[in-house]
């Protein structure tokens, strides 16, 4: 295999040296007058001594220039991340000092419909404290109680809220999502959960543009609700054309998961790739006439446009949207055979507009999807010719399927631990499936006031989404429909990628080189992981999880974990006695009690070992005839006891000297042995 020229492809590196300050910037950071000394020093380098050097020394020090430019981007990478990071603003309330007494800002998001609360972004402008009025920034979510509907807020409104946000929390247990990372991400460190202490002062002060396309979305959703019957078909044709999620029942999204297809339900590169195309086919010969790519891209760029106005102007559709004009306008200007540069360009204007993005999932697997199909899907696709039209669009379909699902594999098993056995089998349904479900919506969109029409498209996507439901729930309930429990770290991920293009290169090379770094590669990676698989099976605790007003622990030892819930008690064993329920497990003894010791006695003298103690369900109010039966190492209140009831109690171990832990006060309880 001969060297790779990145000569053509300046803006893929560009936009590699760019990703690495800001990876570098968000994990380890660094001060704003290193990122600055760094980034015009590196510059000025460069102009000077590209300035002074003749040809001849440009050719023999063009690895210093290189390191100069890779320095210069990185440095801006850092740079506007630093710059951006709310964290660094001294007007954010993060870093205020002060209590807030009242706050005021604007709806600066759509108000999402959840199951109990209407949420929305909220953008601070100004603070109320014991000084006074004072101009302030930040980002909130606020949450309203649907029972309080008649005062809900919309995009645009401006509040008057009293109180103070308070910052969204950690994860009450391991391995739960971060959700304060996520929103972080987004620059969002607050949230502030609303009674009745808020006014709105003032309507409609928000972007006329993305209000109008709000507007739209709603009156889509509304469009589709009455023209296409049936909960699950309506709510699943509003995600999967309009980006709308709400509604979607909880089983389906689940289905959708685990077998490989849940791209679908989120409007995003995919589905601006199907309008393309539907573009393409209905008035490509445009291209033939003078000039005819110029109008066309015109003409394409407009209307993939409008489909993302129609769809609310959403943060992946957008995405999708530029990352697709870049490819557009590529292929105007007749620089189509450059798709990596055009690609990689589009990444480049995001990440400087939102750095953040490249912590976004959906930003990493769409462009990996993306840059994997325009790489892959030739080489795939060559593989075998076929004359006949139907035979031909299965082998296209199957060869783009293969290539997306090679480039995401180890990035979408790092973040969901699963790999969807049949994904080959349900796209080749799913996706033609879906693909006429958007062209039927977007033509109900456009036709939605017509006569008789609306009912007729409405039944056809009706129809379609009952068989493409019926086919997701088939194919999830097949043995082995998704393997399970893959966990993979950073290191690994990054491994898999080497060996898939090890992989590759040997497969297109057939050089016997590529053999042993494969090897080497594939060793590294065994390593670590059985390197995990020892340490986990070295590994015992007991975990007492933050549940509200419920009672969960975790056992785990070898790799093997075991649930202990209320309802479990009876199956796992536990031995009753006198109200006492024990349980015997690798040498430790636990008791838990949740029932009152009123009627208990104990006439024995030597008080009866335990090792961890748990108090469920608001069972005893105090330690002093625990203290007398048992001698316990720790005690552990956990989340089924009442605030009340807990205080209590704390009061009670620590006039008795006793190792107490609670569930409410402190977080998860975790023993190591």
């Known amino acids: 295999m001969h060297k790779i020229s990145w000569t053509p492809y300046v803006f893929l590196r560009y936009v590699i040296f760019l990703i690495l300050g800001i990876v570098f910037e968000i994990h380890i950071s660094s001060s704003t007058s290193i990122w600055i000394c760094l980034n015009i020093s590196s510059l000025a380098i460069y102009l000077i001594a590209y300035a002074v050097s003749t040809k001849h020394q440009k050719y023999l020090f063009q690895d210093l220039f290189g390191v100069l ?9 850092g740079l506007i991340t630093h710059f951006q990071n709310e964290r660094n603003n001294k007007d954010h309330i993060l870093n205020l000092d002060r209590k807030i007494l009242w706050y005021t800002g604007q ?50 409104d401006v509040l008057i809220i009293k109180g103070s946000p308070f910052e969204v929390r950690h994860p009450d247990n391991p391995y739960d999502f971060n959700y304060k990372k996520y929103q972080s991400f987004k620059q969002i460190f607050h949230q502030h959960f609303l009674k009745k202490e808020y006014s709105i002062i003032k309507k409609n002060q928000g972007n006329k543009i993305i209000a109008f396309s709000l507007f739209l979305r709603k009156k889509g959703e509304a469009l589709f609700k009455k023209n296409i019957k049936g909960q699950n078909e309506s709510s699943l044709a509003s995600a999967l054309i309009l980006g709308i999620k709400h509604d979607l029942d909880s089983e389906l999204k689940t289905a959708y998961s685990r077998i490989g297809v849940i791209h679908v339900l989120a409007v995003s590169g995919m589905h601006v790739a199907l309008i393309f195309k539907m573009l393409l086919l209905g008035f490509g010969r445009i291209k033939r006439i003078k000039k005819g790519h110029v ?40 620089q189509q055979k450059n798709t990596y540069n055009n690609l990689s360009l589009s990444a480049f204007c995001l990440l400087v507009y939102d750095p953040f993005l490249i912590m976004d999932i959906g930003f990493q697997l769409s462009y990996l999807a993306v840059f994997g199909i325009v790489y892959l899907y030739p080489k795939i696709y060559g593989w075998f010719e076929f004359e006949n039209w139907e035979l031909d669009f299965f082998w296209k379909t199957i060869a783009i399927t293969i290539a997306a699902q090679i480039a995401t594999s180890p990035l979408s098993i790092f973040y969901f631990q699963q790999f969807p056995t049949y994904f080959l089998f349900s796209n080749l349904i799913i996706i033609p499936l879906t693909s006429a479900i958007l062209y039927v919506g977007v033509s109900l969109l456009f036709f939605g006031q017509f006569p008789f029409l609306p009912d007729l498209l409405g039944l056809i996507i009706k129809g379609m989404v009952w068989l493409c439901n019926k086919v997701v729930f088939f194919t999830n309930d097949l043995p082995l429909a998704s393997i399970t429990g ?49 340490t986990l099976s070295n590994t015992r605790y007991i975990l007492v999880y933050k549940s509200n007003k419920s009672s969960e622990v975790e056992l785990f030892a070898a790799g093997n974990h075991i649930l202990v819930k209320d309802s479990t008690d009876e199956a796992l064993g536990l031995k009753e006695s006198n109200g006492f329920k024990f349980l015997s497990w690798k040498g430790k003894t636990l008791l838990l009690i949740d029932k009152s010791l009123e009627k208990f006695q104990y006439k024995e003298k030597e008080k009866i070992p335990i090792d961890l103690l748990i108090v469920r369900n ?23 006891n009442s605030k009340k009831v807990s205080g209590r109690l704390l009061k009670s171990a ?19 042995f």
């Open 69 to 77: 430019a890779f320095l210069f981007l990185f440095s801006t990478g």
């Open 654 to 672: 620590s006039s008795l000297n006793l190792t107490i832990h609670s569930i409410e006060e402190s977080g998860v309880f975790e023993l190591k």
């Open 486 to 534: 893959l966990v993979i770290n950073p290191l690994e991920t990054f491994l898999l990628y080497i060996i898939i293009g090890l992989a590759l290169a040997l497969f297109y090379s057939k050089s016997f080189k590529y053999v042993w770094a494969m090897l080497i590669v594939v060793s590294i990676f065994s390593v670590s992981q059985i390197k995990r698989t020892v």
């Open 618 to 640: 608001n069972s005893i109010g105090d330690f002093k005839e625990i203290s007398k039966i048992f001698k316990v190492n720790q005690i552990v209140i956990d989340g089924s």
């Open 107 to 156: 709806i600066a998001s759509e108000v999402q419909n959840k199951e109990n609360w209407f949420k929305a972004e909220l953008e601070i402008d100004q603070i109320k404290t014991k000084k006074g009025w004072e101009n302030a920034s930040g980002r909130v979510l606020i949450y309203q109680p649907k029972k309080d509907s008649l005062r809900k807020f919309e995009y645009g």
């Open 295 to 334: 109008i066309f891209g015109l003409f394409s760029l407009s209307l993939i446009w409008l489909f993302a106005f129609v769809t609310g102007l959403s943060a992946s559709v957008l995405r999708a949207v530029v990352m697709f004009s870049f490819l557009v306008m590529g292929e105007m200007f007749q």
